[in-house]
């Protein structure tokens, strides 16, 4: 069954420090998304990005994030500075009909230290 | 704006017991509904989906129906594992783009042997 693949699955970064989190979505799907949950939280949307360009955005999405779809395949989110508050559970999602659902990556952790 | 209610958690069952977790959702349009699971270090998996009303969604002994008129979509079944502990999620999507996936909070199970 088709995968959406997640790169690293846990990644240790300095505050301030930039970091880029990277997903392989499913290579018929048109719609991309960001998630994250902080430890014991729940889900919260981040980001939708469809046709090159982000479709929704969410308030958690400020200044210091942004996405990228580089070279057709992969789907980045960037973070410039990170804070400790970003500690989090980043989840990459794809779908080729939103209405079917989404299928999630594994998830990257990223602990801000 | 469109939210997901969950039954507050931790649930915890023997195993062989039924199991019920309610979910209502709030929504402007006509929603898709979702489950999604998560075991425990592991990302977001689609348990089981329902499109209109009085769709019943199944997968792995779970059910849910897609109830209009009570606005609800609980997750059932018959005779749980150990192996179903795990952290599930109600979810809902209403834009035709797929713009807008609302997760509920949770509701983490546990099932003793």
């Known amino acids: 069954e088709p995968e959406v693949t997640q790169t690293p699955s846990h990644q240790v970064t300095q505050m301030g420090q930039e970091v880029i989190l990277r997903c392989v979505p499913i290579?018929?799907?048109?719609?991309f998304y960001w998630y994250r949950q902080i430890l014991g939280q729940k889900v919260e949307f981040l980001v939708s990005?469809?046709?090159?360009?982000?479709?929704?955005k969410s308030e958690i999405f400020d200044d210091q994030f942004s996405v990228e779809r580089p070279d057709g395949s992969n789907f980045t989110l960037k973070i410039r500075s990170t804070k400790l508050e970003d500690s989090a559970m980043y989840f990459c999602?794809?779908?080729?009909?939103?209405?079917?659902?989404?299928?999630f990556g594994s998830g990257t952790r990223l602990t801000v230290v | 704006g469109d939210s997901v209610t969950q039954m507050e958690g931790p649930v915890t069952l023997s195993e062989e017991a039924f199991l019920t977790i309610n979910c209502t959702y709030t929504?402007?349009?006509?929603?898709?509904l979702f489950w999604y699971v998560q075991y425990p270090g592991e990302g977001l998996q689609l348990l089981l989906k329902?499109?209109?009303?009085?769709d019943k969604g199944s997968n792995k002994g779970f059910e849910a129906t897609y109830r209009k008129e009570t606005t609800s979509f609980h997750l059932e079944k018959g005779s749980v594992q150990v192996s179903d502990s795990a952290v599930y999620f109600c979810?809902?999507?209403?834009?035709?783009?797929?713009?807008?996936?609302?997760f509920g909070p949770g509701t983490r199970l546990s099932v003793l042997p």
């Open positions: 290579s018929n799907h048109l719609y």
């Open positions: 990005f469809y046709n090159n360009e982000i479709s929704e």
């Open positions: 929504a402007t349009g006509y929603p898709s």
């Open positions: 979810a809902l999507s209403t834009s035709p783009s797929g713009q807008n996936f609302v």
């Open positions: 999602a794809s779908s080729v009909d939103p209405q079917g659902g989404y299928t």
């Open positions: 329902a499109t209109k009303a009085d």
